[in-house]
């Protein structure tokens, strides 16, 4: 019995990463007979010539072309990629992962290495097809049918044998031959005669059309794997002397000769043969190459056992990176997987649990159920290759460089294709392939909350389409007069972490309808020392919006003054895209001498024509089911709708449910119904969502000061909001903001013009 090996050269799992691996020296030449192995295959032999007699010579012909319209630029992806950095081991698995992140990387890489693993027995099945005339003789002589495990599984254990004793290297020579000996069973069939037979529907060359378009994609479907394969060689990048060299070369290599291959042998089954001996024999082959009834059996057996070999050769080579990682739940799995043995650093303990996996299969004898989803696999693999080929491209980080290059509509085109081809080949498997992605990235996003996910290729991607959009919204803002107005607010404290109300004001603000920044202001000289101050509060602070799952966009503002931080801030650009047009101030309704800083300063926001709102914040909790208070004064005509805008610009997140706002109004005696139909009519065109019951006019008989009006109605309100006026600051001073000790939340406003509400 073999035995998972302890011993070890090098732990990968002290070292980090793959990355210290001494490789084999490989040149392209494994790369490329790994690949065309892997694709001149079993399908080639066993069921090429029914598409040909199925969909006729063009219907075959479009086939072909279709599947390479999603291998070439998949090819050229990699390639891409591969000459951008060093491919380490893992080949497609490693350049996920350090594109989408680990989770994402593990997540594919372990859907990639099941179907790797399993299309070993998948191959191995296929080559016991080789020894059907033996089976028919047993069958016949004996009288009892003879199981096919009785070849399989003592191939497979041969495979193993070969593969844990000899290595890569072995595996590597062994490869060479069976793939040369393919290639000189297709020169033979291709030199063979057409059949001659004396039936009229029999006769070679018949097959010139395009027959049964209706069953082009069940078709697809069954030869689509054929034009596969074309990255199995990069699995080898861990065992490359050049892997930037060989995997380009070897991969595009590998994916025109098949390509040419299997465009030849369209027109050569349609006239060699008739459509009815294309449909009716499975080894059709046999019958037009010279000396067909052994070598095309013979030639079977090596395309299947090369592409069996490319598979075993790969499949641990996925595990071992993934385990190296240590992205795997389990931690001692993932130190057992990654050990290697020798100087050439075989993943020994990965190939024996790949052999015993693809056993199970192999015992069961038939492998078709997982066949699909085996493919659908391998195109999710491809598609993310060539998107992230295309994210390079449109991202346009400084540090893509590769030697070769692609183009990104090739790569798009790429990764659509694969989508679509997915859902042409059955929209079942689609779904379960890709439910199955989903369980595991739960798995892994369970086991390794502190992996980044999908950051880094995106990032690029989204700087770019930021810029654009920034960029053509200053392109055409032009006529502001024309714009529906909304807030892009911006806010400074130097009180973040003592109260952070106001955080949640901003968070409101930005939820949905409107844009907001807030800057941490850090009082002092910019220098190393508050430059590192900043960045360890702006990271706790971004930590904390992050468990609030907030839309607002967190910065710091280091300054020698508040009034100098005020003013870098209103001349900061809006992330929106549009400039700001909105600050907000805050203070402490318990520290009232703080609202002078503010008054000193929005003077200098005036002067840029920015909307002002003062938040005073109270040690009350905010109770959203109490409603919003918005309070319209006959003073407040510049004021009104601004105030009401934000009101449902509040109601709007999702903290405030649960919510209303209520409107009292105060007017002069006599002017009560005028006020209200006013209002009722302001609602309705506006559509805002409050209800008229909810509008209160209120007449001022000058018994009651507006201060106590207010302080008696809404004591008990969630927020507060009302106007203000620069004269009645100059007339009472911060008395205009601190007469309201009984209140909660207020949020006082000031509009620079009247807003629109459409």
Known sequence: MLNLVETVIIDPMEKGS???AKANGFGTGPVFFTAVSTILGAILFLRFGFAVGTLGFWGAILLVLLGHLITIPTALAISEL???????GGGEYFIISRSFGLKIGTTIGIALYFSQTISVAFYIVAFTEAFEPLFNWWQGYFGWVLPRQAISLPALILLALLMLKKGSSMGVKTLIIVTVIVFGVILLFFLGKPIETDEALR???NNFGFFNPESFFMVFAICFPAFTGMTAGVGLSGDLKNPGKSIPLGTICATLTGMIVYLLLVWK???????????????????????????IPLGLAASTSSSALGAALVAPRTLQAVAADKSLPLRKFNILMSRVVGENREPYNATILTFLIAGIFVAFGNVNLVAGIISM??????????????????????????????????????????????FQISPLYTIASYSIIIIIYLVIEHYNKHQKGVVNIFKGALFQLNRSIQVYVQNNNIDKDQEEWRPSAVCISPHSFERDKVLSLMKWISYKHGFGTYFHF?????????????KEILAKLIELQKEENSGLYIDTMISPSYTSAIAQVIQAPSISGMENNMVVFEFDKEQPEEIHRILDNIKLTKAGDFDVCIFAGSKKQIKPQNGIHVWIRPTDINNTNLMILLGYIILAHPDWRKSYIKIFSICSPGFREQTREELETLIESGRLPITFKNIEIISSDGNQTITDIITERSQNAALTIMGFRDEKIKELGSNVFTAYDELGDILFV???ISKEIK
């Open 82 to 88: 591969s000459t951008n950095t060093r491919v380490e």
């Open 522 to 534: 850090i009082e002092g000289y910019y220098s190393r020392q508050t430059h590192l101050e900043s």
């Open 18 to 20: 793959l990355s210290h």
């Open 203 to 205: 006769i070679p060359g």
């Open 750 to 752: 000031n509009a620079s």
């Open 269 to 295: 089954f349609s006239v060699s043969a008739s459509q009815a001996d294309l449909l009716e024999h499975q080894l059709i082959m046999s019958k037009i190459a010279i000396g067909g009834a052994i070598i």
């Open 377 to 422: 696999f391998f195109l999710i693999t491809y598609g993310s290759l060539c998107l992230i080929s295309f994210l390079n491209h449109f991202g346009a980080p400084p540090s893509y460089r590769p030697r070769f290059k692609s183009r990104w509509y090739l790569s798009l085109a790429g990764f659509l294709l694969s989508i679509w081809s997915m």
